[in-house]
């Protein structure tokens, strides 16, 4: 006899013929298993049938096919297909006294001794780990009395509860196959797109995984998630050939009579974009900031409220002019200064508000404007990380008497080094132009200065970079935004983390997502750091300015402290890929739980 007509005989006997059905036993912390075979015998249990519709109705999303599920139809399929298909089996696994749900095995290749793991479906919660033993113990049943050497299965891309099971497991991915949905008589099928080119839209990916040919690949596979051979770096831009070709212009052309052809094309595009009066280039966004705390008339004995939680430029460029940062706290849904802490912190000395739209997310924009109106208060925005987010409409970068944005090179949109001032004030744009220049009036003379300037504008070739990455802004928001779903979609169920996630009447541009850590049998740092060792580059949230020795210690604010300790952001530069979210995500969860 065969190979194969000895397996097909033996579970067709043990489905038709054997009295009593075959029980695998296994256990969990106690509780224990048992992995009961379906057989002909419960083709007229009614109990079974309905579980099985009401399990598959509930997991319809990661089945290749939808369609309207009936008792009949349930019943036809396990006639048909489960009990008459020579190489299909199905337990119903039993924990303590939960039917917890199924697990099968399906198309044997003789062959090669295979068999793809077939159904497996978590009908009810409770028993973590119960799914993973039991399907521990189907394999290795199927290696010990059928002689399989190996097991396949398939999978969705965005089923990353099951994914990082089956990496568990020891499965490993073979193929990844883009599909989309299609209607069919009866409801949907998910169907493979031929012919795919890059640009499709891909809804969603189906994996082939396969367990490797060695002996123990039934053992707990903790080594199964080696470190990515490619850098998932926390930032980075995306460089096309229109980026090279407008620097290789300025460089060719940008000189002589147009020396500042492409710092003037930046300006005009960047305040269309934000929808400011006036734009001017700087060599980067905390000499922008400065230039906005000098216009803004701070200056010795003045107090700037300023948020605590941000990199140091937003408050050293308060105290360069003299002024005194007053720090207050954030918004632990935002991240972003909290607007009641804002109006808290008024004395007769404030002077100003300078906010930042922390990591892209859009600070309360109404509360503050509101405030200043209200205390005749100047406000500045630190837009450095968030070109592209709005509010209610509107470009962040566009609220305040200036706003700021950075082109630095793990920003959204790059030059290197580079930002921009931007204003709607005729008055502010000429004092910032005369600052920039070292104060240069040529009043009296060529070379004459009037004040102590600086020089801090930007160079004609960093500003064609700037200029090719502003033409692509929307693209680069699109991207981001999709990273960000693709980490949602993957860890929004996690409790032992928590996303921040843009308001109703925002839009995000999602530069460096948000994480704040729950868990706490990890810290933030031990995380990053074992993150590190996968080639993950996720990056600790900023500590509290008001901290650094230079400055007064003398605020609380609790929630920033919660988020300089727990809070960290996860890799999105711009080369990424779903597969490599993926991945990032099965360490969390593997490092999580
Ligand atoms: C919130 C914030 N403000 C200011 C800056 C300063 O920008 P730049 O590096 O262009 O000077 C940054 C840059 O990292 C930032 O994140």
């Given at each position: 006899m065969t190979f194969q007509a000895r397996i097909e005989n033996y579970i067709f006997n043990l489905k038709h013929h054997e009295d009593i059905p075959l029980v695998l036993r296994a256990s969990i912390r106690n509780a224990p298993i048992s992995l009961v075979l379906l057989t002909q015998?419960?083709?007229?249990n009614k109990e079974i049938i309905t579980v099985l519709s009401r399990w598959r109705k509930k997991h319809e999303?990661?089945?290749f096919e939808t369609f309207p599920i009936s008792y009949e139809r349930t019943k036809r399929w396990y006639v048909n297909?489960?009990?008459?298909?020579?190489d299909r089996l199905l337990f119903l696994i039993h924990v303590g006294n939960t039917r917890l749900g199924h697990v099968g095995l399906d198309k044997f290749d003789y062959k090669n001794r295979t068999a793809d793991i077939d159904n497996?479906?978590?009908?009810?919660?409770?028993?973590?780990?119960a799914m993973e033993a039991s399907i521990r113990r189907m394999m290795l049943w199927g290696r010990e009395t059928?002689?399989?050497?190996e097991y396949t299965l398939s999978t969705f891309s965005d089923n990353i509860r099951a994914l990082s099971l089956y990496y568990r497991l020891g499965f490993h991915e073979t193929q990844r196959v883009p599909m989309i949905q299609k209607r069919t008589k009866e409801g949907t099928k998910w169907v493979e797109v031929k012919?795919?080119?890059?640009t499709q839209k891909i809804q969603r990916y189906m994996l082939s995984m396969r367990t490797q040919?060695?002996?123990?690949?039934?053992?707990?596979?903790?080594?199964?998630?080696?470190?990515?051979?490619?850098?998932?770096?926390?930032a980075g831009p995306s460089i096309t050939q229109s980026e090279v070709d407008t620097v290789v212009e300025a460089v060719n052309h940008?000189?002589?009579?147009?020396?500042d052809s492409h710092v003037r094309l930046l300006e005009q595009t960047i305040s269309d974009y934000v929808g400011r009066r006036y734009a001017l280039a700087q060599f980067c966004a905390t000499h922008a900031l400065h230039l906005a705390c000098i216009t803004c008339g701070f200056t010795k004995g003045d107090e700037v409220i300023v948020t605590?939680?941000?990199?140091?430029a937003t408050a050293h460029v308060i105290a360069y002019t003299g002024a005194t940062p007053v720090f207050v706290d954030i918004d632990p849904?935002?991240?972003?200064?909290?607007p009641v802490a804002v109006e808290r912190a008024i004395t007769k000395k404030t002077k100003g508000i300078m906010i930042v739209h922390s990591f892209g997310m859009p600070c309360d924009m109404d509360a503050i404007l509101r405030i200043a109106r209200t205390y005749k208060l100047k406000v500045i925005e630190d837009a450095a990380p968030s070109l592209g987010s709005t509010y209610k409409g509107k470009q962040t970068?566009?609220?305040?008497d200036v706003g700021c944005i950075s082109f630095h090179?793990?920003?959204?949109?790059?030059?290197?080094e580079g930002g921009v001032y931007l204003t709607n004030s005729k008055r502010k744009r000429d004092q910032a132009v005369l600052y920039s220049n070292m104060?240069?009036?040529?009043?009296?003379?060529?070379?004459?200065?009037?004040v102590i300037g600086y020089e801090y504008q930007m160079a004609n070739v960093t500003a064609a970079l700037a200029l090719a990455q502003v033409r692509r802004i929307e693209e680069l928001v699109a991207k981001k935004r999709q990273i960000f779903t693709w980490y949602w979609e993957r860890l929004?169920?996690?409790?032992e983390i928590t996303l921040l996630r843009e308001k109703d009447g925002m839009r995000c541009n999602y530069a460096y997502p948000a994480v704040f850590l729950?868990?706490?049998?990890?810290s933030r740092d031990d995380l990053v750091k074992k993150l590190r060792n996968y080639n993950i580059h996720a990056r600790e949230a900023f500590p509290?300015?008001?901290?650094?020795?230079?400055?007064?210690?003398?605020?609380?604010n609790p929630v920033a402290s919660q988020v300089a300790k727990h809070g960290f952001n996860l890799p999105s530069a711009l080369n990424l890929n779903e597969r490599d979210i993926d991945f990032v995500c099965a360490v969390l969860r593997r490092l999580l739980r």
């Amino acid at each position: 006899m065969t190979f194969q007509a000895r397996i097909e005989n033996y579970i067709f006997n043990l489905k038709h013929h054997e009295d009593i059905p075959l029980v695998l036993r296994a256990s969990i912390r106690n509780a224990p298993i048992s992995l009961v075979l379906l057989t002909q015998k419960c083709v007229n249990n009614k109990e079974i049938i309905t579980v099985l519709s009401r399990w598959r109705k509930k997991h319809e999303q990661w089945f290749f096919e939808t369609f309207p599920i009936s008792y009949e139809r349930t019943k036809r399929w396990y006639v048909n297909h489960l009990m008459n298909d020579a190489d299909r089996l199905l337990f119903l696994i039993h924990v303590g006294n939960t039917r917890l749900g199924h697990v099968g095995l399906d198309k044997f290749d003789y062959k090669n001794r295979t068999a793809d793991i077939d159904n497996i479906v978590r009908g009810e919660p409770g028993y973590p780990g119960a799914m993973e033993a039991s399907i521990r113990r189907m394999m290795l049943w199927g290696r010990e009395t059928l002689g399989l050497r190996e097991y396949t299965l398939s999978t969705f891309s965005d089923n990353i509860r099951a994914l990082s099971l089956y990496y568990r497991l020891g499965f490993h991915e073979t193929q990844r196959v883009p599909m989309i949905q299609k209607r069919t008589k009866e409801g949907t099928k998910w169907v493979e797109v031929k012919g795919w080119r890059h640009t499709q839209k891909i809804q969603r990916y189906m994996l082939s995984m396969r367990t490797q040919q060695k002996d123990g690949y039934i053992k707990k596979a903790l080594g199964t998630l080696k470190p990515s051979k490619k850098k998932i770096a926390f930032a980075g831009p995306s460089i096309t050939q229109s980026e090279v070709d407008t620097v290789v212009e300025a460089v060719n052309h940008g000189f002589y009579d147009t020396h500042d052809s492409h710092v003037r094309l930046l300006e005009q595009t960047i305040s269309d974009y934000v929808g400011r009066r006036y734009a001017l280039a700087q060599f980067c966004a905390t000499h922008a900031l400065h230039l906005a705390c000098i216009t803004c008339g701070f200056t010795k004995g003045d107090e700037v409220i300023v948020t605590d939680f941000s990199w140091a430029a937003t408050a050293h460029v308060i105290a360069y002019t003299g002024a005194t940062p007053v720090f207050v706290d954030i918004d632990p849904t935002t991240w972003c200064i909290d607007p009641v802490a804002v109006e808290r912190a008024i004395t007769k000395k404030t002077k100003g508000i300078m906010i930042v739209h922390s990591f892209g997310m859009p600070c309360d924009m109404d509360a503050i404007l509101r405030i200043a109106r209200t205390y005749k208060l100047k406000v500045i925005e630190d837009a450095a990380p968030s070109l592209g987010s709005t509010y209610k409409g509107k470009q962040t970068g566009g609220f305040g008497d200036v706003g700021c944005i950075s082109f630095h090179g793990a920003k959204i949109a790059v030059s290197g080094e580079g930002g921009v001032y931007l204003t709607n004030s005729k008055r502010k744009r000429d004092q910032a132009v005369l600052y920039s220049n070292m104060g240069r009036t040529n009043r009296k003379a060529n070379f004459w200065c009037d004040v102590i300037g600086y020089e801090y504008q930007m160079a004609n070739v960093t500003a064609a970079l700037a200029l090719a990455q502003v033409r692509r802004i929307e693209e680069l928001v699109a991207k981001k935004r999709q990273i960000f779903t693709w980490y949602w979609e993957r860890l929004k169920d996690m409790e032992e983390i928590t996303l921040l996630r843009e308001k109703d009447g925002m839009r995000c541009n999602y530069a460096y997502p948000a994480v704040f850590l729950n868990a706490r049998h990890i810290s933030r740092d031990d995380l990053v750091k074992k993150l590190r060792n996968y080639n993950i580059h996720a990056r600790e949230a900023f500590p509290r300015m008001s901290t650094f020795p230079m400055y007064e210690a003398r605020f609380a604010n609790p929630v920033a402290s919660q988020v300089a300790k727990h809070g960290f952001n996860l890799p999105s530069a711009l080369n990424l890929n779903e597969r490599d979210i993926d991945f990032v995500c099965a360490v969390l969860r593997r490092l999580l739980r």
